[in-house]
């Protein structure tokens, strides 16, 4: 980070919770919180007002829900990502919320284990999903959407095809590099191909191109 801290806003109604993770995230040397939000609309006025990198956001709050919020957020051209911490696993939250413009979904039964790991790869501009959340939205997808022709993703050459794969399934640039025996460097050029062939914007963006064209097969449990 350069020396940079990661700027944090924390959108919870739940103010035991808040100081929490305030001590939580404080206690890293690379995130500092720098607000905390009550409810919906507090969390729009305060991402207006603080333009923090990552909104660590509830979607359950009095008022103004987090989903509504983060759409406003979004709708307002704000810089900041959204990772969202809730108490919901279930794919009908999860869909929406990425389609809302979230970068992240983090359940809070494991923040202790994953929200500071969740932090760090939404502020790369990276997409984070908790354990077994791309299945049930993939899943979902291939229930719902069924994917025609596309001449932009068909412009794909086999190689970028499957690091838009692999993106999908939550791995790192690291963790592809090693995978397809190249650098990261190389695959941080083969996502930016993708995203200028795609019209894609934001890496975040990519998870959500891959799950809509049903890039990956859903492998039965065991």
């Known amino acids: 980070m ?9 959108a919870d109604d739940h103010a035991v919770l808040r100081a929490g993770l ?9 995130m500092e919180v720098v607000g905390e939000a009550g409810d919906g609309q507090e969390a729009v006025q305060k991402a207006e007002e603080l333009r923090p990198d ?8 009095p008022g103004m829900s987090g989903l ?22 279930e794919e009908q939250y999860l869909l929406p919320v990425l389609q809302a413009g979230g970068s992240g979904y983090v359940l809070k039964r494991a923040a202790d284990t994953e929200l500071i790991e969740a932090i760090r790869t939404v502020s790369r501009g990276d997409a984070y999903l908790y354990p077994s959340a791309a299945k049930l939205l993939l899943e979902d997808y291939q229930r719902k959407v069924s994917a025609g022709p596309d001449d932009a993703f068909n412009r794909l050459t086999e190689r970028e095809k499957e690091v838009l794969k692999l993106t999908a399934e939550g791995y790192s ?11 990261a460097k190389t695959v941080d050029t083969y996502r930016q191909r993708i995203m200028e ?3 894609i914007s934001h890496r975040s963006e990519l998870i959500r191109y891959a799950l809509r064209k049903g890039l990956l097969n859903v492998e039965p449990e065991i």
């Open 2 to 10: 350069s020396g940079r801290k990661i700027r944090i806003l924390l």
């Open 22 to 30: 305030r001590a939580l995230l404080n206690a890293e040397p690379d």
């Open 68 to 89: 509504e919020a983060m759409r406003q957020i979004k709708a307002r051209g704000l810089p900041s990502r959204i990772l969202v911490l809730t108490v919901h696993a």
């Open 197 to 199: 062939k795609l019209k």
């Open 173 to 183: 640039a690291q963790e592809i590099a090693e995978r397809l025996v190249i650098s």
């Open 54 to 61: 990552v909104i660590v956001m509830d979607l359950g709050m």
